[in-house]
T-cell receptor, first 113, second 112 residues
Framework: GESVGLHLPTLSVQEGDNSIINCAYS??????FIWYKQESGKGPQFIID?????DKRQGQRVTVLLNKTVKHLSLQIAATQPGDSAVYFC????????????FGTGTSLTVIP | ETGVTQSPTHLIKTRGQQVTLRCSSQ?????VSWYQQALGQGPQFIFQ???????GRGNFPPRFSGLQFPNYSSELNVNALELDDSALYLC???????????FGPGTRLTVL
């Protein structure tokens, strides 16, 4: 089955610094990717998405980079704030299933004031 | 615009019992997906409903079943509960099966 994994389970950054969260996927047919943020006791919250015909997409303070050659996805958060502390998941979907998103284990981001 | 809602928030059941969890999709969304999230893990896909029909299923046994109603709300039913069914159950709605999914707050199920 599909495996979407994260390189580091935890990440601590100083407030104001930039954060980079990485994700690897195994299926070259994956063609749509989403980053979610999950705070304690809440459901995942959509952050940003990217389709496989793009290699970069920017949102407000966030950028997602997609490297299809090495099957790697990253989420960059600029000027990290205490409110960014949460678990971040990448999820992918591919044409084989068309409806099933696969989630990684998640990276726990802690912002140090 | 109303977001995805789920009920109940928390639930405690004993092994062997049955449970029904409910989800109201976001306005305009016709697709609902259910996920199980164990502690410290990412969500695992259970199944998806599109316009009242099951539209894909993950690696879960038949005792996990569901329904979607004409208003696109949905239920997840679990029979013969096992201890390992203890988890956060998440519902997500989307415009269709291949678009961003918006999650509800989840139902925390504890099986004793």
């Amino acid at each position: 089955g599909e495996s979407v994994g994260l390189h580091l389970p935890t990440l601590s950054v100083q407030e104001g610094d930039n954060s980079i969260i990485n994700c690897a996927y195994s299926n070259s047919a994956s063609d749509y990717f989403i980053w979610y943020k999950q705070e304690s006791g809440k459901g995942p919250q959509f952050i940003i998405d990217i389709r496989s015909n793009m290699d970069k997409r920017q949102g407000q303070r966030v950028t997602v980079l997609l490297n299809k050659t090495v099957k790697h996805l990253s989420l960059q958060i600029a000027a990290t704030q205490p409110g960014d502390s949460a678990v971040y998941f990448c999820a992918d979907i591919y044409a084989n299933t068309g409806n099933q998103f696969y989630f990684g284990t998640g990276t726990s981001l802690t912002v140090i004031p | 615009e109303t977001g995805v809602t789920q009920s109940p928030t928390h639930l405690i059941k004993t092994r062997g019992q049955q449970v029904t969890l409910r989800c109201s999709s976001q306005s305009g969304h016709n697709t609902v997906s259910w996920y199980q999230q164990a502690l410290g893990q990412g969500p695992q896909f259970i199944f998806q409903y599109y316009r009242e029909e099951e539209n894909g299923r993950g690696n879960f046994p038949p005792r996990f079943s569901g329904l979607q109603f004409p208003n696109y709300s949905s239920e997840l039913n679990v029979n013969a509960l096992e201890l390992d069914d203890s988890a956060l159950y998440l519902c997500a709605s989307s415009l269709d099966s291949y678009n961003e999914q918006f999650f509800g707050p989840g139902t925390r199920l504890t099986v004793l």
